[in-house]
């Protein structure tokens, strides 16, 4: 687990996977918040199937709408999100995730003003890689990733994550504590199916960053002018979690959220001691630590769960359930 992580990590630092150390979840947590809002169960005609009027979702990129299918999208998705070194089972709970993303805009319908139902933006959107990019990201590798990737959608052709016959929104993250957190706590919006769920120990992983009290200090301010000087800080955490809810230090009050962005911290999972002049950051976990884990999903795909269990764990009450495209 501690050598997946690893190559995680490192394999993020390429392709900017990982949320808060490239800031895109921190970016994205209003976007997610709306995002939440349940997809109308009009369009299902019975209680084991989908129906969608297409299977193509439209992308605007800054050459125009990139059209490709629900299972194109899957496979460029996966590899956009994660490394092939995933377990198997693992990849295809991943797979489940992309696909029910890519249903969920279809289901929504075009934005009026793209044209599309997502655009290339990264900071609002899970995106796909196109084959090129792939190409370029992998190199050496690209065989052996493409073919996971493609195992990974194929041996879960067109099924997707429902809660009450409605496609979820199915977010993940890197790594989290003990326990990921519920998307209430995290947005502010209580989801039946995004609640705290445990992870399995070896999944766990902690990270450790160092300031001055000038560096602090200077960091603060640059976001929040009124920041006075730096005497003590105190944290307010999440009943029952790592996760900070507030920060207080230099006689302003932020968010967890925003603390962990301004010090480029993994997650908003930490707590902090302090030796002389200088303030030890010790971060659980790396992502916003909603939904899926994919460290989690990694164990317990290694411990002989298989994807449908791994989806069952981390979205409480899902069904997983097939696809039909009415074109």
């Given amino acids: ?56 979702l439209k992308i605007y990129t800054s050459n125009g709408i990139r059209t490709v299918t629900v299972e194109e999208y899957t496979v460029y998705a996966v590899l956009e999100e994660i490394p092939y070194i995933m377990d198997t089972e693992a990849m295809k709970a991943q797979a489940c995730a992309a696909r029910t993303y890519a249903v969920r805009r279809i289901l929504s319908g075009e934005d009026p003003s793209t044209g599309a139902h997502i655009t290339d933006d990264g900071d609002k959107y899970q995106i796909c890689l196109t084959d090129v990019q792939a190409r370029e990201i992998y190199g050496e590798s ?14 879960t052709c ?61 960091r603060i301010s640059a976001d929040f002018p009124a920041a006075g000087e730096l005497e003590h800080i105190a944290l307010t955490h999440i009943d029952g979690t790592e996760a900070v809810s507030e920060a207080s230090l230099c006689g302003i009050t932020v968010s967890g959220e925003d603390m962990a962005r301004i010090l480029s911290l993994e997650s908003s999972a930490f707590t902090v001691s302090e030796e002389g002049d200088t303030y030890i950051f010790t971060v659980t976990g790396s992502g916003h630590l ?24 981390y979205y409480t009450g899902t ?6 495209y009415g074109e």
């Fill in 1 to 56: 687990m501690k050598k997946f992580i690893k190559s995680v990590m490192l394999w993020s630092a390429v392709i900017c996977l990982i949320p808060f150390a490239a800031n895109a979840d921190n970016a994205r947590s209003a976007e997610k918040a709306a995002e939440l809002s349940a997809v109308s169960s009009e369009s299902i005609s019975d209680a084991s199937q989908l129906i969608l009027p297409t299977d193509k």
């Fill in 142 to 155: 690209y065989s052996a990733a493409i073919s996971a990737a493609q195992s990974a959608a194929e041996s």
């Fill in 158 to 218: 067109g099924e997707v994550i429902t809660y009450h016959r409605s496609p979820i929104s199915a977010p993940f993250h890197l790594s989290s504590g003990e326990y990921t957190l519920s998307a209430e706590s995290a947005w502010g919006k209580a989801f039946p199916y995004l609640v705290p769920a445990k992870n399995p120990e070896a999944a766990v992983f902690c990270s450790e960053k160092t300031f001055t009290s000038a560096e602090l200090r200077a």
């Fill in 290 to 313: 909603v939904g899926m884990s994919m460290a989690g999903a990694d164990a317990m795909s290694q411990d002989g769960c298989g994807y449908r269990d791994i989806l069952a764990h």
């Fill in 319 to 324: 069904e997983v359930k097939s696809v039909v």
